[in-house]
């Protein structure tokens, strides 16, 4: 396993529905990883098919692993890189059932999936009308060392985080279609995440404006100690870079120690509490 | 919850940038030539003609100054050929007095003494000219419409609210008056009041019966959850002037959202079709 790498954040804007435009967006920012000497490129929520697509989810889903993936994958493999990317998913049991999920493949190909665990109905947000939610948290073992997942929202439920630094992630990913109304909450919550899970926390967002909803960009790699080690331009696209290096958690870990002070039984009180709600 | 004045207030620096992409973006993905809109002379438009300018550049905003011999008052007149000026847009005027005079003379039920409807014919006909410079020009219908009238029903059902996107929809008149103040609309038409323009010296706070200021924080009340109670003793006013903004407020739905059909099938137009709006 690598203790150190190059991690891209490709904040890209999508065209609504248009998964040939996207997948097209999506392979240039590959070889510009790849050029750039990254060996993890990441892009935001539902960048396959951007997120404002309504009904026609029901036919731009597709099961993964499938047809984009796939597309995905032959890209990861000539570029001999890691790529995470979000895109709605069919699934395989009951196909008018749909996922908000979240791909990761590699240099070998398809890694692992992970489907967005809250899914926001408030606002202008419908997410509940079409998509089932996921009940697992997702850590994926590669050569990048241990990948944690979460999508957008998921970030304001602090456990979902916690569960993959439990599982062992040491770089937890967080793609999202966050529009401007929120930034102030998510520039709190991207540093609150790495600072309490004493972890690596990139945060990606889409760019751009889809339905008069602009999406605020301001994508992120933060650090175990919640330093913004790189930031995107706010609102626009963009494309940033920068080393994580897994050797800098250990230090913090021992000045901050968030995870071994864990109180096991209060989880216990949290859930009687949620339940009582 | 606050509801003082400064609750109103914004970073309009920022909202100026977020309104001039969301204009420049519709129109590059409609793939549109530009913006058409209806210069009254007022702050909304004002602000519409200052923000498509600078989202688009002026010659690729047209505005149309479409009075008509009642509610034609030199002083909206210079105002209007102020911002042409100012943001150097394009510009057509057009006195719509005889389409309307042919409209009355055709219309067997035209009553010249029915002030409400022959006002919103005004301003239905100000529209049908927007859209047919549009159309026949490659533009798109760029409406100024704000939030406090769109949120009381202050406004002509298929008129004066047609328009293919109404950027400043999510701000209130007050907030508006903050923005033209920001994009550089002169002091003179910030601070006019307000009229619609259906009829002679008719002044939208007048009509309303509430000053802006007042309406717009009862009304970002309601915006955020709070109920009439809070509201009145929070602004020290009777519970039921929020309650009657309120009824007003609901009773406009009608005015807001087009299409309504009995549903018959699975899935229907106007109620459970979900569909993208932004041009393919």
Redesign the interface.
Known sequence: MKEQFKIALAQISCR??NKTENIAKISKNISKAKKQGAELVVFPEMSLTGY?????VYDLAERIPGPSTKIIENLAKKNDIHVIFGMPETNPQTEATLHNSAVLVGPDGYIGKYRKMYLPTHSIF?EK?YFRPGYEAAVFDTELGKLGFIICYDIYFPEVTRLTRLKGAKLIVCISASP?VRRAYFEILTLARAIENTAYFAYVNLA?????L?FWGGSRLVGPSGRVLVQAKY?VEDFVTHEVDYSDIRPIEAFLPTLRDLRPELFDQLKHGAEQL | MNLSADVLDLDWAEVDQRLCRFIKDYIDRARADGVVLGLSGGVDSSTIAALSARALGGRNVLGLTLFEKETRKSEDVSHAELIVKKFGLKSEAIDITSALEAFNRSAPLFDSEDKLNNGNVKARMRMVYAYYYANRLGLIVCGSSDKSETMMGYFTKWGDVAADISPIMDLYKTQVRSLARYVGVPEAIVEKPSSPALWPNQFAEEELGIRYEQLDLILFGFERFMKPEEIAARLNIKKSLVEAVKHRWLSAEHKRRMLLTAKLEYRTVGADFRLQRSPL
Not at chain 1, 52 to 56: F, G, N, Q, S, Y
Request: hydrophobic share 20%.
């Open positions: 609504q529905g404002v697509i309504k009904d026609e419908e009308r401007g751009g404006v889809e339905d008069g602009q609102d």
